[in-house]
């Protein structure tokens, strides 16, 4: 019984502080404050160390010998990496998922981009949550499990760049507008339209982030 506590909570733990990386509440710049961190969520260092650990599995987190660890920074080449798999994987998945999906699966994807849609209009934190949410929730009635867990993860690590994406004034309205696009064709079942919607709406996103990162101060790797 001890043991399901102790991974119940480190699960808990890599999921608290990959939401805050992914807020963009953590400093890329300077190492993570362990000991304060750990005294903010009420625990010890022992479980925050191996969510860090799991942290860095999934590419969010790197660490460096005797400095601890620091969230990694924003590069053009690993969004472009990122983008690059989604776009091979993503259209077929939700092209499939959009035949086979239950009356359920549907009204998800419904609700999903409708709190998303709130989201967006309210100016609130976690839009980049709800896009992964609703991505996702495109993508599961495919029966695919192991496409789309590398999908999911492929989505955590791109969620800072959707972001930087929507930063510009005016993109989280297109964005928006292509979503409800993309969700009438997938819920219409038209697999060949899904397919080029999901597509052009990734492909979007890629040439707005290589137009912003050629004018930025990010480092690009």
């Not at 896009?131 to 993860?153: G, K």
């Not at 052009?200 to 990162?213: G, K, M, N, P, Y």
């Amino acid at each position: 019984m001890t043991g399901i506590i102790v991974r119940n909570l480190s699960e808990q733990l890599v999921d608290l502080v990959r939401d805050r990386i992914l807020a963009g509440k953590v400093d890329v710049d300077r190492a993570i404050r362990q000991d304060a961190l750990a005294a903010e969520l009420g625990v010890s260092k022992i479980p925050l160390r191996e969510a860090l650990t799991r942290l860095e599995q999934e590419g969010l987190v790197r660490s460096r010998a005797n400095r601890g660890y620091f969230v990694r920074e924003l590069t053009i080449a690993e969004a472009e990496e990122v983008y690059a798999l989604r776009l091979t994987l993503e259209p077929d998945v939700a092209a499939q998922a959009a035949e086979r999906a239950t009356e359920e699966e549907r009204a998800v994807a419904r609700q999903t981009l409708a709190q998303l849609d709130e989201v967006t209009h309210a100016h609130g934190d976690g839009v980049g949550a709800f896009n992964r949410a609703f991505h996702l929730a495109l993508l599961r009635p495919s029966r695919q499990p192991i496409t789309t867990t590398m999908l999911e993860r492929l989505h955590v690590l791109g969620e800072r760049y959707v972001r930087k994406h929507l930063e510009p004034l005016g993109r989280d309205q297109r964005a928006n507008d292509e979503h409800a696009q993309l969700l009438d064709c997938w819920l219409a079942r038209d697999a060949a339209a899904v397919r080029v919607r999901m597509y052009a709406h990734i492909e979007q996103t890629v040439l707005d982030l290589r137009r912003e990162f050629r004018g930025d101060t990010v480092s690009v790797q």
